[in-house]
Structure formats: structure tokens, C-alpha cells
């Protein structure tokens, strides 16, 4: 059903979403409608609309979710709360996925981490995370993530700025005798495009409803 | 019952031998039996066989257990397929433990590699193992453990051999953008000493049959 | 001299050579001869020869040499006996650098690679790299690289292939009791093309002979 | 000279003491006169007296070489200066080799990190070190003594305590695109020994004089 998908791109001319038409064409799928700083280009009705641009143009995402009236997978960064109560709102009628990172690794580090975490009740629990040194904040949003997992206890996260690495995050177990350790080492933009494209493939199959990346990784 | 069990021990002056005397005279175990390269030393009829030998001491073990008709726990590696097939045709009338690593991380590993899987379908695998330079079997029988849970998959098994490591191991998995890996690094031989310790009181207290260290972790 | 430097590029649509292209492009440098699968390119004679491609490509480059006369740069890897000693051969009359690896961090590790040798005379040795599924030769040349630094032994090296990975290299050292190991990771493919940049630069004002990478790192 | 050495051991009954005569045994080196807290063992007189014991003994072991007149290699920790004064005094007349830390693997990162710091001077660098949930300091003492190596800048140590681990260091040097990387990871206490060792074959053959460590690995 999936194998001929014609989507839209919104933010078609910016790094994900160049990213994104890349990974979507390798898949077969088709471009039939793209909106950026240049204007739009309409071939036909899309399947699903992808959005990879800024809050800025969040209004414009409004307008073409009403003409063509298809799911929606949005990946723009920084929506405030009235934006996200939008599409709520609009998921009522349409399948929308949301998240602020369509990391499939780190969804799966989460989901580890959560599993390891019940069956090792007594061992020391330590994360690290490596960024490129340009990196303002410390520590990342991600290993914030990770230690919320285990939100009855005090993690220490060592935060490392090197270079221009893209994202490492590993979690340590330690019991007396045996180490385990979970890491996740991005190395390109492309993992987001991937996890993209699984969020469309998701959205034209599924019921009305607001979905998060962890309910496309996770649910059947 | 178990807190003054008798053991006979096969292979009772190597590494893991050593380690098992160690934690089961800690606990107060009598050793009554044992057998290695300076041949057997019988004190008594023991309650329980622990075999930490090599393949070829394998047929003396059959004859031991023949003798005795006690249970066994074994942790030799690099077993063939007719030896697990007579340890099977053994545990019709005796309860046997058999597993290639008695730690509790590795089943952890194992279970986490098994979730991973299911969720990457499409990513490279690759497994690495590293041990100390004394080991005479390649890859260990904890990397095969793992290779098994992709069972319908060639994977590759790298194997490192160095100073005197007690033993890691690591799973890749490989996609376009990220690779996520998952790793156990035993700290000390004592772990499958104590593994194998929760394995001798879980043996002497069950029915005939033949269990995996996964049971005695797992079972109640 | 060398700042409007013209250069051929063979494979010039390879990962590499896409690279080495946007790297020498800023640099302002002018593409002015390729060849690749698509067959060649001709605009004027270059200044220099660059060559990003296979083995296989081996008697074109040989071909273009004679018909250029121009200093070469090759980075092609898994080059065999007989195509060295050709490179060689035509070293005599032209400046030719030659290295399986332009980054400078293997410059580095091969360094330290050679002191940590001298110190360790007894310890076990293992090298492993880690790169992209669509890597043809294994183990890498770079993998090769390291492992004549122990000339009179014979070093394992276990090779991984998982997703997109630009190329990780460890060299451990295991003696009884202790481990220490040196890593190169390349974060991006872009490592590389700047140093053939570099390679570039120093060949062109280079009087006729055969250089390594580490000529052009250390020689002034 | 050095195959049939004859040595004394003040501490013999002490983990270390015990790891160190497991290594010179299995060296053919003979162990001649011991010292502990069931008194003296004397055979024959020594080569060279090696203390692992305690400062509490120090004055005991000043008397020793008074009776022995034979090189020292000391690794009590916790000496003072007074005590320290007083070596250096004997060294007048005898070889004395004093360390805190005998660890081959140690020496080496730290000379490696000096020769990295001088090729690498812009780029980024991160010290980590893991140690198990004991230990009390925080970070490590050879992790001031890496840092130490940066003397003019400010560099970050991340700590994490887990398990049991022995001791892991480990060095960054962050470029942008690449990543070069040295650890060390103790498995067991034999690597003091180990250096002890070496430490005793360099003593008796040297001239009078107080050494560290670092001269016994890398003066010729």
C-alpha cells in the first residue's frame, strides 16, 4: 500500500529536508508537492505531508493540512504550546506524528535502557554523552532523556565536547563482576530522514490520533 | 538443603575450577570429588557433578555421571552436537544445567539483543569477542550464543584474544546514519563462578530435565 | 603557485571523490579533467592527477600519467605488489604521494603505535577497523597500514561492517593484567579529502619521487 | 645476569607480595628472604629486596638493607618525607627504584598523551576514568597525573564509579572529522607485579642512584 506513497514536503530546500527527499526517493516514493523560501510546486494531491521547517511557517502547515486534508508528520523544532494543542486538535480528523527527534537508535537506547533497568535493581547506574564542540548546552537534551528513565534515582552524566562528533550516548550498568553498557552513536543527519519515513509509512495506515515517534517504533 | 551440599568438581585446577573452589568453599560446599591432568581424588559420593573441563575430557564426565547418578552443571565450551545430544538423552533421568556462560549480564545482553532485533530488521550485525590469550576455543561459546538469536542470519563473529581478559563482548547493529551496540564485560572470572554456585542449589532442588543458566535465572 | 591549482580527478564519483571535489572547490581550485564510470571529461590539461578510484581502475590512471605528465596523488586502496612497484617505476620521473590513509590522526596512532611496539616486546597484539557496508576491500589498507608497523609478526585483524560508518581503527596492546589500546575514529569522510588537499599542494612543488602521507605531514 | 636473580620480599604475605612472588616464580627468579608478620625467612642472601609492605615497616625494611647492602625497589605507599629523605640518602650507595604506581600500561598512556599533545595542539581534549563504587577519590590520582601531562590548560576529568572495576583510563583528542583516542584498563593487580619485576632486572644492573619508574621503562 505504502510501496507507491506520493508525499509533501514543507521545508523541502533545508538540511533535514534535503535529507529527507534523498532517503524518500531511494524508497520509491514520489514528491508531487514541495513548499520552501521559493514558493511551492504542486504536481498532485499527496498521500501524506512531511514538514521539516520552522515555527515560522507552522500557519502555512495549517493551511495545506486543510486543502489536501492528509496525515501529517512533523518534525519542526521549538512549536510552543499553542501550536501543539493545534494539532491536537487537527489529529481528531488526521493521523499526526510528533517529535522533536526521529532517532531510530535512540528510541531503542530508551527502550533498553527501560528493560535493563527492571532487571538490575542494584547496580550503579552512570551515563556519558560526546558532542561536537560547538555544543551550547550541557548535557544534552537526549542524555536528560535517558536519565529520566530512571526518574526515582540521582544519575550522574558525564558530558564530553570533542571535535565535530555528531551524538554519542551509552549507558552504563555496573554490578560486582560485570559491566553492561548500551551506546548510540549517531553519524549522520540521515538516521532523522529514516525515522521520518517510517513515521510516514505509519501515519497513512493508522486510525485518527496524535501520535509520538515512540508510539510509530513501538505499537503494532 | 543446599547449605552443605557435596560437589565433585571435573577440571578442578584450571582458571574457572579454581574460581568455583574459591565461591563454593566461601558458602561452605564440601569438595568430595574431583578429577583433572593429575587424574581423580574421591573422598565421598557427591550431590552434584560441576564440570568446568574441555570438550575432550567430555566422555570421563559421561562416566562420572554414570557413577554417581547425581546432577550436573555443565560449563565447558566448544561442545559439539552429539555431546549436547547426550547430555540430553542424560537429563531423561538426571536434572542438567548447561550453558556456555553462567554470568547474569550476558542473559541480559541476550535478552536485549533479542528486543533489538525485532525492531532492526534491516541493520548489519556484527559481534566481537575478546578473552585472554590462554582460551583454546574461537569464537567463545557466548559469541555463538548470541550469533543464535539471529538465527537466520550469517553473522559476523571477531575474535580477540588479549593478555588476560576475563571476557567481553559486544553486538552491532549497523544502520545508514547510526549504529547502536550493546556490551558485557565480565570484571573478574568470579561472576561465573557465582553464576554456576546459583546453578549447583537450583540443580539438586529440580526434577529431571535439561535447563540453561536462563532458567535457573528466570524460573521460579 | 598552488592557489589556482587545475586537477584531474578518476573517480570522481565516488564517496571520496564527491568529497574531494567539494573540499577543493573551496579551496578554489579548478576541476578541469575526470574520469568515471561515466567515462571521462576532458577541459584542459590539470595540474595535478588525483585518484579516488579501484584497483580495478589501475591501467586507466597508468594511461593518464603518460598522457598528462603531471605529479599523481592516489588514495586508491587494496593496490597490489605489481601496482606499487609500477607507481614506483614512474616515481622516477614524476613526484607521486601515495597513502591508504590522509588523515591525520593515523599519521598519529601509527606513531604511537611504533613507541607503544618498542615498550611492549611481549604483549598480545589486535587491530581492528570498523567501516561502511559498502566498503569493498577487507581489512581496510589502513588496517594493513598498522600492521606492518609489527613487520616481523603475525597481527589478527578483525574487520566490521556496519551502515554508514566514515572508519574506526584500534590497535590494542594485552599483556597479563592490563590492556591499553589507541583509537582513530573519522567523524566524516571530509578528514580525508583534506588531506589530500595537503597531498595536493606538497606534490606539485615536489621534486620527482615516491612520498607517503607522512612525507607531506612531516617533511618540510 | 638477571635469569637465576635471588630476591628478598618485605610484605610477602600481602596481596601485592603474593601477586609479585607468583611472577617472579614463574620468571625462575628464587625467592631467598622474606619478611611479614611471622618474622623473617632467610636462605641466602638476595640480589636486590623488594617492599611491598607498609610505612609502619619501614624502618625494619632500612635495616635489611643495611645487612644486605643490595639494590631496593620500593612500592609502599604512604611514605612520607622523612622517609623519602632517607631513600634518597641510601641511593647514594645502592640503586633504589620508588614508585607509587608500577603499572607498565600507565607509563606508557602518559608518554604517548605527552608525544599526542605536542603534534595536536588545537584540538580538543577530554580525560575519563572509571573505577569501582569504593573507591573513595574522585577523580583518580592518574587521572591528575594525565592532566598534569596539559600542564597549561584546563582540562576536563569525567569520573564514573561502577561495579568493580579495576581502573580505566582513557585520553581524547577531538579534531574536527576525526577522533583519536588512548585507554588503559587494568583487568587484574598482577600488572604491578609485573613492573615490579621489571623494576628489580633494572636495579641490579644499574649504577647507584634514586629512580622512578619511568626511568626503569624508558631509559636504555
Redesign the interface.
Given at each position: 500500500m505504502s510501496s507507491n506513497l506520493k508525499y509533501g514536503l514543507i521545508g523541502s530546500l533545508g538540511r533535514l529536508g534535503s535529507e529527507v527527499r534523498n532517503v524518500f526517493t531511494e524508497k520509491g516514493f514520489k514528491l508531487v508537492f514541495e513548499y520552501d523560501i521559493e514558493g511551492e510546486k504542486f504536481t498532485e494531491k499527496p498521500d501524506v505531508l512531511i514538514d521539516c521547517s520552522l515555527p515560522g511557517v507552522f500557519s502555512k502547515t495549517i493551511s495545506f493540512i486543510g486543502r489536501f486534508n492528509v496525515p501529517l508528520v512533523i518534525a519542526t523544532t521549538g512549536l510552543n504550546d499553542e501550536m501543539i494543542t493545534s494539532l491536537k486538535e487537527i489529529s481528531k480528523d488526521l493521523p499526526v506524528v510528533q517529535s522533536y527527534n526521529y532517532?531510530?537508535?535512540i528510541q531503542?537506547?530508551l527502550?533498553?535502557t527501560e528493560?535493563?533497568k527492571e532487571?538490575?535493581p542494584g547496580?550503579?547506574v552512570?551515563i556519558?554523552e560526546?558532542h561536537h564542540?560547538f555544543k551550547k548546552d550541557k548535557p544534552s537534551g537526549t542524555a536528560k532523556m535517558i536519565k529520566e528513565v530512571f526518574n526515582d534515582r540521582d544519575v550522574?552524566i558525564?558530558?564530553?565536547?570533542?571535535?565535530?562528533?555528531?551524538g554519542d550516548h551509552t549507558v552504563?550498568?555496573?554490578?560486582?563482576?560485570?559491566?553492561?553498557?548500551?551506546?548510540?552513536?549517531?553519524?549522520?543527519?540521515?538516521?532523522?530522514?529514516?525515522g521520518i519515513l517510517r513515521s510516514a509509512e505509519f501515519a497513512v495506515n493508522q486510525k485518527n490520533g496524535f501520535y509520538s515517534f515512540h508510539d510509530v517504533?513501538?505499537s503494532k
Amino acid at each position: 500500500m505504502s510501496s507507491n506513497l506520493k508525499y509533501g514536503l514543507i521545508g523541502s530546500l533545508g538540511r533535514l529536508g534535503s535529507e529527507v527527499r534523498n532517503v524518500f526517493t531511494e524508497k520509491g516514493f514520489k514528491l508531487v508537492f514541495e513548499y520552501d523560501i521559493e514558493g511551492e510546486k504542486f504536481t498532485e494531491k499527496p498521500d501524506v505531508l512531511i514538514d521539516c521547517s520552522l515555527p515560522g511557517v507552522f500557519s502555512k502547515t495549517i493551511s495545506f493540512i486543510g486543502r489536501f486534508n492528509v496525515p501529517l508528520v512533523i518534525a519542526t523544532t521549538g512549536l510552543n504550546d499553542e501550536m501543539i494543542t493545534s494539532l491536537k486538535e487537527i489529529s481528531k480528523d488526521l493521523p499526526v506524528v510528533q517529535s522533536y527527534n526521529y532517532s531510530i537508535g535512540i528510541q531503542i537506547l530508551l527502550k533498553l535502557t527501560e528493560i535493563a533497568k527492571e532487571i538490575l535493581p542494584g547496580w550503579d547506574v552512570e551515563i556519558t554523552e560526546t558532542h561536537h564542540r560547538f555544543k551550547k548546552d550541557k548535557p544534552s537534551g537526549t542524555a536528560k532523556m535517558i536519565k529520566e528513565v530512571f526518574n526515582d534515582r540521582d544519575v550522574n552524566i558525564s558530558s564530553l565536547r570533542l571535535g565535530n562528533v555528531a551524538g554519542d550516548h551509552t549507558v552504563y550498568f555496573g554490578g560486582l563482576g560485570e559491566v553492561l553498557s548500551i551506546t548510540h552513536s549517531a553519524t549522520s543527519r540521515r538516521t532523522f530522514a529514516e525515522g521520518i519515513l517510517r513515521s510516514a509509512e505509519f501515519a497513512v495506515n493508522q486510525k485518527n490520533g496524535f501520535y509520538s515517534f515512540h508510539d510509530v517504533m513501538f505499537s503494532k
